[in-house]
């Protein structure tokens, strides 16, 4: 059962432009100002435990298309090559920091820890783990949840503070400036917040200073920890082979991120007010029920894991309110997705929709449309196979 609700975690991932950040990095702020309506207002279907889903197929036909819509009616077709579309070099551009980053969050979650050994004898270079403490400002005027040694619970923190240096989860090019110095020295980190920025719109393109002290420096990953610890439990048969999965993992996350983004920013459509509202209504019933069943995973209400997971108080209400932008991009991509859809006329089958839930461990095909009904599942796979398609012809500059 656990195998068939992550059916819709994945779908809300495939369809999600934002990027999950570091808090001090979350510099994909829209300028989009969207007014949205309660719970109550939309009638959105709430689910209270049961596992009957089906709700999330209404006004989609059996081949994964929204019933009586003609996308190409509202989209600029022509005006967009999906086939063969440029990804610039600096999108795809993958530095030794965020590989590493990656890996070693990899280890982390599976429980492999890296020798506690302290290097201080050499300089910072790019990719290596790195334990520093910062203290930041703006105008010389020290700023809310910008020193290391505090936590957001208030507690201080004398451990230190981990990054990579290279890596690109940190506001502006802060963590390539760390590259360079030595433990125990202390020196200013110059960096400009993005315009806008969604985490403190006060701070949006205002130029701020970090003191940084380099504690020390990690210990490197190694060919000789791969084999005494990794060899073996998993595909990954050599240490470069390990690197490369990973590298090929980023590049197309990186990929797929500026495709997503190339949809919602450059392709235009135009949608009625009536058929907008719609399939509003049907992102937020489809962000709501994700909600949902994270929180039953964690076997707590709803509005609990609302409130312990974004810090809003008003349930559903401020859910959907944390969330417009998303839910309102969600609606353009969808239907440019089913422009392309129309444009190459194509439509999952029988044995596509039964391959693409066994791959994903569904066992009894029949229990996962009695679920989510069938149409929804198709529309999952339709907007897969449009992505794929377009990811596979892309153009890498």
Same mark, same amino acid.
């Given at each position: 059962?656990?195998?068939?609700?992550?059916?819709?975690?994945?779908?809300?991932?495939?369809?999600?432009v934002?990027?999950?950040?570091?808090?001090?990095?979350?510099?994909? @702020?829209?300028?989009?100002?969207?007014?949205?309506?309660?719970?109550?207002?939309?009638?959105?279907?709430?689910?209270?435990?049961?596992?009957?889903?089906?709700?999330?197929?209404?006004g989609?036909?059996?081949?994964?298309?929204?019933?009586?819509?003609?996308?190409?009616?509202?989209?600029?077709?022509?005006?967009?090559?999906?086939?063969?579309?440029?990804?610039?070099a600096?999108?795809?551009?993958?530095?030794?920091?965020?590989?590493?980053?990656?890996?070693?969050?990899?280890?982390?979650?599976?429980?492999?820890?890296l020798?506690?050994?302290?290097?201080?004898?050499?300089?910072?270079?790019?990719?290596?783990?790195?334990?520093?403490?910062?203290? @930041?400002?703006?105008?010389?005027?020290?700023?809310?949840?910008?020193?290391?040694?505090?936590?957001?619970?208030?507690?201080?923190?004398?451990?230190g503070?981990?990054?990579?240096?290279?890596?690109?989860?940190?506001?502006?090019?802060?963590?390539?400036?760390?590259? @360079?110095?030595?433990?125990?020295?202390?020196?200013?980190?110059?960096?400009?917040?993005?315009?806008?920025?969604?985490?403190?719109?006060?701070?949006?393109?205002?130029?701020?200073?970090?003191?940084?002290?380099?504690n020390?420096?990690?210990?490197?990953?190694?060919?000789?920890?791969?084999?005494?610890?990794?060899?073996?439990?998993?595909?990954?048969?050599?240490?470069?082979?390990?690197?490369?999965?990973?590298?090929?993992?980023?590049?197309?996350?990186?990929?797929?991120?500026?495709?997503?983004?190339?949809?919602?920013?450059?392709?235009?459509?135009?949608?009625?007010?009536?058929?907008?509202?719609k399939?509003?209504?049907?992102?937020?019933?489809?962000?709501?029920?994700?909600?949902?069943?994270?929180?039953?995973?964690?076997?707590?209400?709803?509005?609990?894991?609302?409130s312990?997971?974004?810090?809003?108080?008003?349930?559903?209400?401020?859910?959907?309110?944390?969330?417009?932008?998303?839910?309102?991009?969600?609606?353009?991509?969808?239907?440019?997705?089913?422009?392309?859809?129309?444009?190459?006329?194509?439509?999952?089958?029988?044995?596509?929709?039964?391959?693409?839930?066994?791959?994903?461990?569904?066992?009894?095909?029949?229990?996962?449309?009695?679920?989510? @009904?069938?149409?929804?599942?198709?529309?999952?796979?339709?907007?897969?196979?449009?992505?794929?398609?377009?990811?596979?012809?892309?153009?890498?500059?």
């Amino acid at each position: 059962m656990k195998k068939l609700l992550c059916i819709l975690s994945a779908a809300a991932v495939l369809l999600s432009v934002s990027a999950c950040n570091s808090s001090k990095n979350n510099d994909n @702020g829209e300028n989009t100002t969207t007014t949205t309506p309660s719970a109550d207002e939309i009638e959105i279907p709430i689910n209270n435990g049961d596992v009957d889903l089906k709700f999330l197929s209404d006004g989609i036909d059996e081949h994964g298309y929204w019933e009586g819509v003609n996308a190409l009616d509202y989209v600029d077709i022509e005006g967009f090559n999906y086939v063969g579309l440029e990804i610039p070099a600096e999108s795809h551009t993958i530095t030794l920091g965020k590989l590493n980053w990656t890996i070693d969050d990899f280890l982390a979650r599976n429980a492999f820890f890296l020798p506690e050994d302290k290097i201080t004898d050499r300089a910072v270079k790019d990719g290596d783990k790195v334990n520093i403490d910062y203290v @930041g400002s703006i105008d010389g005027v020290e700023f809310e949840r910008g020193n290391s040694k505090i936590g957001e619970d208030g507690f201080v923190n004398e451990n230190g503070y981990d990054v990579f240096a290279g890596n690109d989860n940190f506001i502006d090019d802060f963590l390539t400036q760390i590259i @360079g110095h030595t433990p125990g020295e202390t020196f200013d980190v110059n960096v400009s917040f993005p315009d806008p920025y969604q985490n403190n719109p006060d701070f949006a393109g205002k130029d701020a200073v970090f003191e940084v002290t380099v504690n020390y420096i990690h210990p490197p990953f190694t060919k000789e920890y791969f084999d005494e610890n990794i060899a073996g439990m998993f595909d990954w048969k050599t240490f470069d082979e390990m690197k490369e999965a990973f590298r090929e993992e980023i590049e197309r996350d990186m990929v797929m991120a500026f495709i997503m983004q190339y949809l919602l920013d450059e392709v235009e459509v135009n949608l009625p007010e009536e058929l907008h509202a719609k399939l509003l209504k049907s992102s937020q019933t489809r962000t709501v029920e994700d909600y949902r069943a994270s929180a039953s995973r964690y076997n707590i209400e709803l509005e609990m894991y609302i409130s312990l997971v974004l810090g809003l108080d008003n349930g559903i209400d401020s859910l959907l309110e944390e969330t417009a932008v998303n839910d309102s991009n969600n609606v353009h991509k969808w239907i440019v997705i089913q422009a392309i859809a129309e444009d190459m006329e194509i439509a999952p089958t029988e044995g596509e929709l039964e391959e693409y839930l066994t791959g994903r461990g569904v066992e009894e095909v029949s229990l996962a449309y009695g679920i989510y @009904g069938k149409p929804f599942i198709a529309q999952m796979l339709l907007h897969e196979t449009i992505l794929d398609y377009v990811f596979e012809n892309a153009k890498l500059l």
